[in-house]
């Protein structure tokens, strides 16, 4: 069971081993997220902390996104890959707008964040560069549903643009470019801020906030599910994490060579099921495939209409029909749209703002 902190707990946060699960009253939260705004617990995302002279040129050679064209409080989404092209973890990277010049924040999944910290740590050889984890030293919140600009804007006096990090006497606020807001703040200062965005949004769990993210369509690569993807086939590439432009970084050349000289045969979808959520790395079966698995979940989360929503990268030949969850005979799940284009093969992959 996760402690729940006082200021949390007189609102009445309840929570399990994965975090905050809902304040007492979990219909109201799902429709908050639905037709207004929420301020849910986000601890589910870790934060990486890259400074020094040569953090931009560092940073640059590393991830699949155009990091030294960062202006101050401009962040994009990136990838960080194996020499095979897989994704170690998928993040938003931004160029804070206050403190040191030559500082970088990641937010990545909180159960890889000292990981990916000790694997780049490896690189930094002579270069002028520090990375550190981060995570411990704030408190994460987000925010999200259809009134969430309106409800940072009224909280902090203003919201930073799509895509951008503003900081508010030392709290970060950072916007997503799906339209979901994650708020960093300093462990002494999380009862003031979160009573700030508690007077302007329903308190909602852990749960609400994946949510948030699989309706957005952007999947999070956590431990489960490390390793596994080439950035397109998580549609890194329509959402805009991926530069194929910019020089050489761990995995480029099969990046590159799945956008321009091969079809894709795997693709991220969204789908849903009657049964509870299934397991990050649960495994997806369907026509024509048979018995062999065709399918990867991604992320998952509790539906409030019942069952559950998720995330999974899936052979495109399978993933228009029913797809059965965990096994052969297991649960059916059926697709549902994305919020984004899929680019068709061949057609020029530029960055979509939503």
Known sequence: ????????????ARADADGITDFGNPAGEWAAAATGAVVADASS????????????AFLHGQLSSDVKRLARGD???TSYNS????MLATAFIYRPDAGPEDRFEALVAADLAEAVRKRLAMFVLRSKVAIADDTPAWVRLGVGGPGATDAVAKAFGRAPPSGGAVTHDGTRIVRLPDGRFLVLVQVANAPTVFDALARVAVPAGAPVWTWLGIRSGVPMVTAATQDRFVAQTANWDAIGGVDFHKGCYP?????????YLGRLKERLFAYATASCPPAPGSRLFGPPFGDQPC??????????????????????????????????????????P????????????GRVRL
């Open 1 to 12: 069971m996760t402690s729940v902190p006082d200021y949390l707990a007189v609102r009445g």
């Open 45 to 56: 995302t870790g934060v990486l902390v890259v400074e020094g002279a040569d953090a931009a």
């Open 251 to 259: 995995g480029q050349e099969i990046v590159a060579r799945t956008q």
């Open 83 to 86: 020499p095979k092209g897989r």
């Open 295 to 336: 399918g990867t979940v991604v992320n998952a989360a509790p539906d409030p209409g019942g069952g559950a929503r998720f995330l999974a990268v899936v052979q495109v030949d399978a993933a228009g029909g029913p797809l059965a969850v965990g096994a052969p005979d297991g649960p059916t799940a059926t697709q549902e």
């Open 338 to 349: 994305l919020p984004y284009a899929i680019p068709a093969p061949g057609e020029a992959r």
């Open 75 to 77: 962040g994009v989404w």
